[in-house]
């Protein structure tokens, strides 16, 4: 089966290794603009519940810009006309090649046509799927895929009726086979435990095994040495008696350490994947000089590649059906002058102006980002939002909502930004598949109505569902809303929020991502074997449960490449995918049970044995 974006980039390790792009922020940004988030905080002074109306409002004025976004860009080279006109002129006279023929040669053309076809830029996650669609236009394919569908309806099923066993035995908190010691009581307590997620074991038949294993070594880093180090301190590094939720005790610690290495790598890898598309653009600029140098008398005129049969083809089909260039820019002005007029009601802390700056910025980002993924197949939509977080929220201060500002901010910038990458990985596969680029582009604006609308629409009934979703003791802890929220609330405050010793931590961890990053760019492909600071970074707040299950969803795939690999290659990410959305499609008939009041009947929960010898004893008095 085709797998879904999503999965491609747990697959292909890309979006900063293993943070993915929420772009509705259902999971970081906007929700943590939540007071439920705010709690878990230092600054709960500060925000905005969830609401379905002005959710649905906020995605329908913001995501639609970034499928306009890259277009407007080209206006920037109209400046350049008359230095062309001059430029070429000279060349005529004095026989020089022209740097701004070229230049704007290649700038006024569509954008679209620029990366794809006068580039050829990679976009190996889009290329990717066009090779899986195209292998199931043949006999075999089609015979694969029919194999596939069953195998993913099977595990579907299976992961679906074990996640409603499971909802028989969780009538209460820490109760249930997610609250199951596997591993021993003192290893449950420091969130060393199996809890039996079909979720998380496809999650882990899906992910590299670098990934699961960085994870797990993540959670022993933290949970099994720091933490337990940090807590002897507690009285010397911080007050007795705050409990493990606040941000001024150990809290604090898991918290902001995680977001300084994830700043690391996101920094190590802003800069890397910006340098590569600085120089891709470089190279590309200077090999189209090559091919279009005036002719010089006594000199032969360069030769251009000549295209395959395929390759005119597909060109032809993209180019004859393109998007008009001033229904773009047209459609980008007046989502923007529609955004600007309305987000400040929605968020009264963000300002008209900090609004207009984004948009003036965000097309100039997007099209770097778009780029940059055509070269890398990263996208740097995450970097770009707290980049933003950071921005507009020391901008606004702490005095004007700052900490909101900021994170509405950073969802604006990463609509824009992310939208612009997934559309040209989408116009890859279209290209290589032959598929009408208008058509495509159509099919993105009533995807992304649809995704303004649904997307909310079960966000709110998981919302409303469990009173608990975004805590850390939640079956749905929602981690990188604590994140960003406090990476706003970083940015606004400044280290005063910290507890002692902590800043000094955060410095040795964020130099150490950016270092383990070197290293392993520098050993190549020997470095395949170093951990990813993004990915070990992820159980330091929450634990090392979902990393276990994700470990034994790669020794599933393990044993099975060994048996038989070319059936797991064939039907390991079938398999991987019914486990995933069978276990999260029972959510939802969880959350309508649980918005009707009705209750699971059974309480499954673990006691040590003197635990155990004292419940007996009140059970027999009380008798």
């Not at 998380?200 to 590299?208: D, L, Q, R, S």
Request: hydrophobic fraction near 45%; include cysteine; glycine fraction near 8%.
């Amino acid at each position: 089966m085709a797998q879904s974006r999503s999965e491609e980039r747990v697959v292909n390790n890309n979006n900063n290794g293993f943070e993915s792009i929420d772009d509705g922020g259902f999971g970081s940004y906007l929700f943590g603009m939540s007071k439920r988030v705010a709690d878990q905080s230092s600054d709960t002074s500060d925000y905005k519940n969830p609401s379905l109306g002005w959710i649905i409002a906020f995605l329908f004025v913001v995501s639609f810009l970034g499928l306009f976004s890259v277009v407007p860009l080209r206006k920037v080279w109209q400046t350049l006309k008359i230095l062309t006109a001059i430029s070429i002129t000279f060349a005529f006279y004095y026989k020089i090649k022209s740097p701004f023929f070229d230049l704007s040669k290649c700038c006024f053309n569509c954008w679209l046509q620029i990366m794809v076809i006068d580039f050829k830029l990679t976009y190996p996650s889009g290329t990717a799927t066009a090779h899986l669609i195209n292998s199931f236009h043949t006999p075999q394919g089609a015979k694969l895929a029919k194999k596939q569908v069953k195998v993913l309806g099977k595990f579907f099923s299976l992961s679906f009726l074990w996640g409603f066993f499971q909802w028989f035995y969780t009538a209460s908190d820490d109760c249930g086979f997610q609250a199951f010691p596997t591993l021993g009581l003192k290893a449950f307590e420091n969130k060393f435990f199996f809890d039996f997620s079909a979720i998380y074991v496809g999650v882990g038949m899906i992910c590299p095994y670098i990934i699961n294993i960085s994870v797990l070594l993540g959670g022993i880093l933290s949970w099994g040495v720091m933490w337990p180090l940090i807590k002897n301190k507690e009285g010397d590094w911080y007050p007795k008696g705050l409990g493990e939720s606040s941000l001024h005790g150990i809290q604090g610690y898991r918290v902001f350490i995680a977001i300084a290495m994830i700043l690391g790598d996101g920094l190590y890898n802003f800069v890397k994947v910006l340098s590569h598309t600085f120089l891709g653009l470089y190279t590309q600029i200077r090999d189209k000089q090559k091919e279009n140098v005036l002719p010089v008398a006594g000199q032969d005129s360069p030769s251009t590649p000549q295209l395959s049969y395929d390759d005119e083809r597909r060109t032809q089909v993209f180019l004859k059906d393109q998007i008009p260039t001033w229904f773009a820019i047209g459609a980008y002005v007046a989502i923007a002058a529609i955004s600007t007029a309305t987000l400040p009601h929605i968020f009264h802390q963000l300002k008209w102006y900090y609004i207009i700056v984004i948009y003036l910025v965000a097309p100039t980002l997007a099209f770097c980002n778009a780029y940059g993924c055509g070269l890398t197949d990263w996208s740097l939509a995450s970097t770009y939002g707290k980049l933003a977080i950071f921005t507009i929220g020391a901008w606004a201060g702490s005095s004007h909502g700052g900490v909101i500002a900021g994170l509405a901010a950073c969802g604006v910038m990463m609509n824009i930004v992310s939208t612009a990458s997934d559309l040209m990985q989408d116009f890859k596969t279209g290209y290589l598949t032959l598929a009408s680029p208008r058509s495509m582009f159509v099919s993105q604006i009533i995807g992304t109505t649809m995704g303004c609308i649904i997307s909310p629409s079960v966000f709110w009934i998981f919302y409303k569902a469990f009173p608990d979703l975004g805590t850390h003791k939640s079956e749905y802890p929602a981690p990188y809303a604590i994140v960003y929220r406090n990476m706003a609330i970083l940015g606004v405050q400044g280290f005063k929020t910290l507890p002692q010793n902590c800043l000094l931590l955060c410095y040795i961890f964020f130099g150490s991502a950016i270092l383990i990053n070197l290293i392993k760019d520098c050993l190549g492909k020997r470095g395949r074997f170093i951990p990813l600071p993004m990915a070990m970074a992820i159980p330091f707040y929450l634990g090392s449960y979902f990393a276990i299950d994700m470990c034994v969803g790669s020794l599933i795939l393990f044993v099975w490449e060994k048996v038989n690999k070319a059936k797991a290659d064939a039907f390991g990410p079938a398999v991987a995918s019914g486990l995933i959305c069978g276990d999260g499609i029972w959510t939802l008939p969880a959350s309508i049970l649980a918005l009707a009041g009705v209750k699971p009947p059974i309480c499954m929960k673990f006691l040590s044995r003197a635990t155990n010898a004292k419940v007996d004893t009140f059970l027999t008095v009380s008798g």
